[in-house]
């Protein structure tokens, strides 16, 4: 079985020498990367929001309706004229799911449905102008609370709270924007609300282009959490546009600040840019959306930069787009959205459509071998491995690099073994074979002389041939 050998070594050069082919970070998972489109049953590749729901469906809000993604297929939910029990719109802006699994949509138009997963029809709600409706606007957020309470956020005109027995709306101002700063225009732009969180206590707390907010629905109060004073003619930090939860407090993605951090134990804040030289730059920094990962990093969208990571323990953005390392078919600029499944399956919306990375374990994880005789140890091969049955040794046959390894599987520990060089022949050390025999002996054969390993003193002791 030669054939079989031959290419398992070739399999193991890439793996474990070959640093021109592998140079990649040192990951305990595999990516496995997959974009939808139109071409593959989306109905628009600008997609708004994504959502997963308690059944593990995922659900894909478009100009072009609303899709639902089963894991082979997509089914899109467009509005039918003349139709009441058909979705409202077909330009989606916001998807949410209350404690009845029913899933709730918001509309660029104006206007929200809720799909009733029992039954497979829509109650909508259209915008107007009478009151206890909805004004025409689009719709910057929605949430369902833990009480199944309905919230919407519409750009510049602030939270609405839905009563579904009468089917009407309350509209609050997040503030009276009575500062100096906040011009005409401003308070317009201010009073949008673009994320929400429920905690423990029931607050809520609100990301908005005006900062941080809580607001608590039996006194109706809203409080504003400033980061930093306000002041004309400022770059601010705290355009926040989403919002995700800690254990101290709370995660929030803005444009052209980057991310902060609130921490609510002494009301604190900590920003973090990821393009430090451009910092007082409206058009860098420009975070889309953030989502906790199930080891409690963040996983980051973002215009300028695609789609990256922020490592909580050290502080420190990674965007793959940076990196060679990292599959090409990662997007690296104008990302929307990310979202985890609970399949731990990352799904990222960005101008090319929708991307699935699979986050699977690595079978084979690379190991470098460290070359300090060759000059071209880049390009050193791995010609066999044999693992000693009687101890925890392992031998690994080289060429091009120093000869033969002996790694120490227990402890770690590298032995490196040179050997000699016919005279005339280039300075170059290749192990071509290790056999380890019936009785335990371990027999090595370069490329100009063979040997037999003395495993206790990690010697290799010359054998001489006759003809």
């Not at 929605?142 to 309905?150: F, K, L, W």
């Not at 929708?354 to 190991?367: A, D, H, N, S």
Request: hydrophobic fraction near 35%; proline fraction near 2%.
């Amino acid at each position: 079985m030669r054939v079989l050998r031959t290419t398992f070594c070739f399999i193991l050069s890439v793996m474990l020498g070959t640093g021109s082919i592998l140079q990649a970070q040192q990951m305990p998972v595999e990516w496995r990367v997959t974009t939808y489109d139109e071409s593959k049953g989306l109905s628009n590749r600008k997609i708004t929001q994504l959502l997963e729901d308690n059944k593990g469906y995922l659900w894909i809000g478009t100009p072009d309706g609303l899709n639902r993604f089963d894991g082979y297929s997509f089914k899109t939910f467009r509005k039918i004229p003349g139709d009441t029990t058909s979705i409202g719109g077909n330009y989606i802006s916001c998807l949410a799911e209350d404690k009845n699994q029913n899933i709730w949509i918001a509309f660029l138009t104006g206007g929200i449905s809720c799909y009733e997963t029992k039954t497979g029809i829509f109650r909508n709600y259209p915008p107007g102008n009478l009151k206890g409706s909805l004004p025409a606007g689009e719709i910057s957020m929605i949430y369902a609370d833990r009480d199944n309470e309905i919230w919407v956020g519409v750009t510049q005109a602030g939270l609405f709270h839905l009563d579904q027995a009468t089917a009407t709306f309350s509209q609050y101002a997040i503030s009276k924007f009575e500062d100096p700063f906040y011009t005409p225009q401003l308070k317009k732009i201010y009073n949008t609300v673009y994320g929400m969180r429920q905690d423990k206590e029931g607050l809520f707390w609100l990301a908005t282009h005006d900062g941080l907010y809580t607001f608590n629905k039996k006194t109706r109060i809203f409080n504003a959490l400033r980061m930093q004073p306000l002041k004309v003619g400022m770059l601010r930090n705290d355009l926040f546009n989403s919002i995700v939860s800690d254990s101290t407090g709370f995660w929030l993605g803005s444009w052209a600040g980057g991310i902060s951090h609130f921490d609510r134990r002494d009301n604190s804040w900590k920003t973090y840019k990821y393009d430090s030289a451009n910092s007082n730059k409206e058009t860098a920094n420009i975070v889309s959306d953030l989502t906790r990962n199930a080891r409690g990093d963040l996983w980051v969208t973002s215009l300028d930069k695609g789609f990256g990571i922020f490592t909580v323990a050290i502080n420190k953005f990674l965007f793959f787009g940076d990196h060679d390392n990292f599959h090409s078919n990662i997007p690296s600029r104008q990302c929307y959205g990310v979202l985890e499944d609970r399949e731990k399956n990352i799904w990222i919306s960005h101008i090319g459509g929708l991307t699935k990375i699979e986050q699977r374990k690595r079978l084979f994880p690379f190991r470098k071998l460290a070359v300090k005789h060759s000059d071209i140890g880049e390009y050193y091969e791995v010609k066999t491995v044999v693992h000693d049955r009687d101890s925890n040794l392992t031998y690994i046959a080289t060429a091009n690099a120093d000869g033969l390894y002996i790694i120490d599987d227990k402890n770690k520990d590298t032995t490196r073994l040179g050997f000699d060089i016919k005279d005339g022949e280039e300075e170059l050390l290749v192990v071509s074979d290790i056999l380890q025999d019936r009785s335990g002996r371990v027999w090595v054969l370069t490329r100009d002389y063979f040997y037999e390993l003395n495993k206790a003193k990690k010697q290799l002791m010359r054998v001489s041939l006759v003809a």
